[in-house]
Each structure stands twice: as C-alpha cells, then as structure tokens.
C-alpha cells in the first residue's frame, strides 16, 4: 500500500509541474512529425552540371532523364569541362557529368561509350552518392537504348524487401522509440532524483521508514507508464501520418522497450546517485547518451566504423534495441528472430538495475 501512495504522490508532482505535461505532449509529436524529415540519410538536391559533346537525340535523352530525376537539381548545359569544373572549384556544383562525341554512334553500333562523372568529394557522402545515382541514370538509359534496338540484351530488374519504395521513415521511426525511452525514461528521472537532493526534499524521504525499493519503484513506475503512453501514441501517429504500421507482433516490441526502459532507469538513477548537483547529472548523462547514440546503428550502419568501435555495440543496449525493433517493426521477425538481442538486452538491464539498488544509499 504505501507503493500505492508514492506513485500517486509522484504523479501529482509531475502534474504540478509546468514543463513535464507540455514535455509529454510535445514529444511525441516531435518524435513523429518533425524528426523522421530532419534525421534523414538520404542525398538529394544534388546540383549537377552536363557537358555535352555529342549535341545527339541519345545524348538529349540522358540530358532530359537527369533532368527528371527528384535527386539532382539540374544547373544547366556548360561548354566545356573545364567551365563544369570551376563552378565545383567554387562550391556552385556537386557533380559533372560528361558526356563524350560520338555517344549515340557508339551506342548504335553497340559500343559502351565512356561517359565522365566528376564529384566534388569535400562532401564524400553527397559526392559519391550523386556520383552512383549518375551512373545508374547513364546505365538505365544504356540498356533502355539496347532493349528497343537489334542488340537487346537480357533486362536486369531489382526487388526491394521489406521497404519496396526505399521510404527511410520506414527505417527510422521504430529506431527513435529509442530516444523515447532514452529521454523519458532516463533523463527525467536522474533529474527528478537530484533535483530532490538539491532541495532537500529526499532527506525528508530518507528518514521515513519506506523502504529502499520502495522508494526506487515509486521513482521509476510513472515513467514507464508515460513512457508506454507516449510510444503509443507515436505509433497511432506513424500509422495516421506516414501509412507506417508494424509488421511484427506489437507485444515484442513492447517487450524490448520495457528492458530498453529498465536500462535507462537504472541508468539515471545509477548517474543521481552519484551526483550531487543537476548540473552534473546532466553533463555525464549527456556524455553517455551521445556516445550510445552514435555507436548504437540509429543513423548509420555500425558495420561501416572501425573493428575498435564496433566491438562497442556488444555492451550497447541501443544498439540491441534499435536492430530488435527494426527487426519486428520492418521485416515483421517473430521472437526466434529477436531472441539474441532479448536476452543481451535483459542481462544488461538487470545488471544495470542491480547496481542502481546496491548505489542507493538511502541514510546518505
């Protein structure tokens, strides 16, 4: 019973609050409608210039068919390469591409003509990504040509698993859940602990004969139920907003956020024990956010950094959490599919939660 009374004690105090109720109601939305548009990976609005030599209806073609494209914008025809280059000399252009004489004769009698694509590389990513979707545009048009002439070759065609329109909020929105629970179910609470150590609140608490997880429980409980609430309400929101449904069982993915949960809290309430002041709470749990952020998987593949760094995402509980979502949310895996990071995830959570009991000292 006295459990009871704390978690309505708390939920009172974060209803008095002013900044936690507009928080809750903001997040989500944020999570949803805005985050999926900014944190997005896709290159686009590649400005591109075109020399072209061979002045042809084949060459017009390729012209025309960059022209259409949604990733480039087009900056128009230049003379010479040597003017294409100093636009990227300048910063005006990313990528050049150049088209050589003779290219519809080549094409005709069956040659492959070589077609330049020169990137600005200042931007590796921008540049060697504009410089693939060139070259997919030059090779499309290739075998289009080919195909309706007497050299028809064999078509190739791509099937996209999981994601056929390549959308990337398909890729991301089940991973932010991350920065959900990272947010509400780590910050607020480290927070609330040490801003009740500064006022001096907790050492009314401390005196009381409540017991230790009592106290711990009554802390940690609210958060999970907003948490839970608000990651609801971002998938009612991806579903009305994007068309973006899971594909999964929706009880794993609430499985995985309730570890993903008991990590964060334990986390922060590891962080509050230790910190005597907000100011520090939030510096160190600032410093541990960022880095299992950025070595968790959410915004690049973690395949792509170095040995060093990749061996950091077997202690990363993001990391497990983000592929274990995607897993179920995208390709809609099943428990046996998820089952390596449920059970990395639960040891780190529990281990995370037994030190966060031990460090409380409840007559400090």
Known sequence: MTLKYLIHKEF???????????????????????????????????????????????????????????????????????????????????????????????????QMPQVLIAANAVNGTKGSMGSVYLSQIVASNCRSIRSTSYYSQSSMNVLSLYNKNQNYKVF??????????????????????????????????????????EFILAKLIPYWLIALFVMTVCFLLAWLVYGITCQGNLALVYLIAMLLALFWSSFGLIVSNY????????????????????????????????TWAYLTTYINPMHYFIDAIRTVFIRGGDFHSIYHQVLALACIAFFMGGWAILSYRKNS
């Open 12 to 110: 009172l105090q974060i209803r008095r609050n002013s900044f936690l109720p507009r928080l809750i109601f903001v997040f989500p939305i944020m999570i949803m409608c805005v985050m999926p548009w900014v944190m997005n990976m896709e290159v686009k609005n590649i400005v591109v210039d075109v020399v072209d030599n061979d002045r042809s209806m084949l060459s017009q073609q390729l012209v025309h068919k960059i022209e259409s494209s949604n990733y480039f914008i087009f900056n128009g025809q230049k003379s010479s390469y040597d003017e294409a280059l100093k636009e990227i000399e300048h910063t005006q252009t990313d990528v050049v591409l150049v088209i050589p004489p003779d290219y519809e004769k080549d094409m005709t009698n069956g």
């Open 275 to 306: 910190s005597d002041t907000m100011q520090q709470a939030i510096f160190v749990m600032w410093f541990f956010v960022v880095c299992m952020m950025l070595l968790s998987g959410l915004f690049t593949p973690t395949r792509s950094m170095p």
């Open 172 to 213: 991301m929105i089940p991973a932010l859940m991350a920065i959900l629970m990272m947010m509400l179910c780590g910050f607020l609470p480290a927070l609330n602990i040490v801003g009740e150590k500064e006022a001096g609140t907790i050492e009314q608490m401390n005196v009381t004969p409540v017991r230790k997880w």
